[in-house]
């Protein structure tokens, strides 16, 4: 059905959700459409693999955790500078490679749970219970 | 909280999301409540083992040999020295500037903490920026 604007165009009133829907080929729009199947995001990954390279060793008193500071996509630096560590308590530290916001994510989320744990578990002795975490 | 605790709980958190798992490969280090030290390392969905030293990222595979040897004097016949945390640190400077070399991933700097009964401290190291 036609509409004519005020403008002097003439716009085609889709009856589908998409405004490109007008393209006939809709092999080339998304949703894509197939024979087998409707695929909303052709060849997406919600994974990125941002690189980098962390190494420990545990000492008799002592600890010694490392991580480089680049940030990468691809073969792109995204950055030179941003830390892999992340420091929870005085003693314990995480630092971790692969996919930056997951990374970050998954932090945040420690931290939280963290938090949580020690205020359920603080008067318990600390060993390797962490029920009901 | 001790690192064995949080050891636990950062496993039990990664199994949470087991079937949309964080990209995440850690390493936590840490004391243990007899303050040795102590690392625990992980796969994507949780899996972790404690160890006397390990290493993730693109560049694993050219420092875990190095440390294989060095750190737990593997194929080596010389007599087996104690390392101090200095030493430690010196060696994880020229590995990483090994690993550097080849993987190119890994550069620009590295971070180099140092998790004692006294805290902690942190050194910084250039790397080559190519």
Known sequence: ?????????????????????QFSDSSLVPPYTTAAAT?????????????????????????????????????????RNVTKVHQFTDTAVLASSG????????????????????VWHKSLLDSRCVFPF | MTTP??????????????????YAFNLLAGLDEQGEGAVYSYD??????????????????????????????????????????TEVVEIFKDTFLSAGERDIYTGDAVELYVITA?????ERFALKAD
């Open chain 2, 44 to 85: 994507a969905i949780g899996s972790f083992e404690r160890c006397q030293y390990s290493s993730t990222g693109s560049g694993q595979a050219y420092i875990i040999p190095v440390l294989d040897n060095v750190i737990g004097h593997r194929n080596r016949l010389d007599e087996r020295v104690e390392l101090s945390a």
């Open chain 1, 99 to 118: 996919c930056k916001t997951d990374v970050d994510q998954l932090r945040s989320w420690m931290g939280i749970q963290l938090k949580v744990c020690m």
């Open chain 2, 5 to 22: 605790s949080i050891a636990q709980l950062l496993s039990n958190t990664l199994y949470y999301k087991r079937f949309f798992p964080y």
């Open chain 2, 118 to 122: 006294a805290g902690v401290t942190m």
């Open chain 1, 1 to 21: 059905m036609n509409k004519a604007v005020a403008s002097g165009y003439v716009v085609h009133a889709s009856t589908e959700g998409s405004t490109l829907a």
């Open chain 1, 39 to 79: 695929i909303e995001h052709r060849g997406f990954s919600p994974y990125d693999f941002n690189g980098g390279t962390v190494a420990a060793v545990a000492g008799p008193d002592y600890c010694v955790i490392a991580a480089d500071t680049r940030l990468s996509s691809g073969y792109e630096i995204l950055s």
